[in-house]
């Protein structure tokens, strides 16, 4: 059973490009989690997803930012017009259909650069 | 104040020595997490825990909810074992985590 698949690993884009970063979840697993690890800095919740459902993105900046999880296919976190403080580590962890007491398994993130 | 601290920030430790980290938190919760990250970034799992004890290898956490505090034990610590150890809570009111800053843990041969 493969673990949380994330993609690309790191990604480079110059100011004003547009970045999507890949997450697919563990086998079985329909809630998706990103997090956002800016340098030198902890981990931050951005949004929770289930399969073609919003759940919380209280921590989604207001602009710019958009998160899909669609039915088939992997969960998507779009940054448009990227600027040079979006550049982090953005974590994505999925669990099981019943989140029972919230066990969540990472991925290996994806390295955002823009330059 | 951040809702999850941890402390120490910064440890180092001679390889074999008991190591304790310390995780208190201000919200009620539904479970707490143990994370691992290596350089490199990569996040690994230790240990989800609501109550008591859990044990894995040389690695021991426990909380006391009452207290709102746990604690995260390595002992006959290994270069190997260096490494940031991230403490995060699930709040009742939700599934999101929120993560206090880590400590970054230095063992040397």
């Not at chain 1, 790191?10 to 490009?17: C, D, I, T």
């Not at chain 1, 921590?59 to 710019?64: A, D, L």
């Not at chain 2, 350089?39 to 240990?47: A, E, M, Q, T």
Request: hydrophobic share 35%; proline share 6%; charged share 20%.
């Amino acid at each position: 059973n493969a673990g949380v698949m994330q993609n690309p690993r790191h990604l480079v884009r110059r100011r004003g490009q547009e970045a999507r970063l890949r997450c697919s979840p563990m086998k079985g697993h329909s809630h998706v989690y990103w997090y956002r690890q800016l340098p030198e800095e902890g981990l931050k919740f951005m949004v929770y997803l289930q399969k073609e459902n919003i759940i919380d993105e209280s921590g989604m900046p207001k602009e710019r930012f958009s998160a899909e999880f669609p039915k088939e296919g992997p969960s998507i976190l779009r940054i448009q017009q990227v600027v040079r403080g979006d550049s982090a580590a953005y974590f994505c962890a999925s669990s099981p259909l019943q989140p029972i007491y919230n066990e969540q398994f990472f991925g290996p993130g994806t390295r955002l650069t823009v330059l | 104040k951040n809702e999850v601290e941890q402390s120490p920030q910064n440890l180092t430790a001679q390889e074999g020595e008991f190591i304790t980290i310390n995780c208190s938190y201000s919200v009620g919760i539904s479970a707490l997490h143990w994370l691992q990250q290596h350089p490199g970034g990569g996040i690994v799992s230790l240990f989800m825990l609501s109550s008591g004890k859990k044990k894995h290898g040389r690695l021991i956490a426990t909380i006391n909810i009452q207290e709102k505090h746990s604690s995260l034990h390595i002992t006959a610590s290994h270069p190997r074992d260096s490494a940031v150890y991230i403490c995060a809570v699930a709040e009742t009111s939700g599934s999101r985590l929120t993560f206090g800053e880590g400590t970054q843990l230095t063992v040397n041969p």
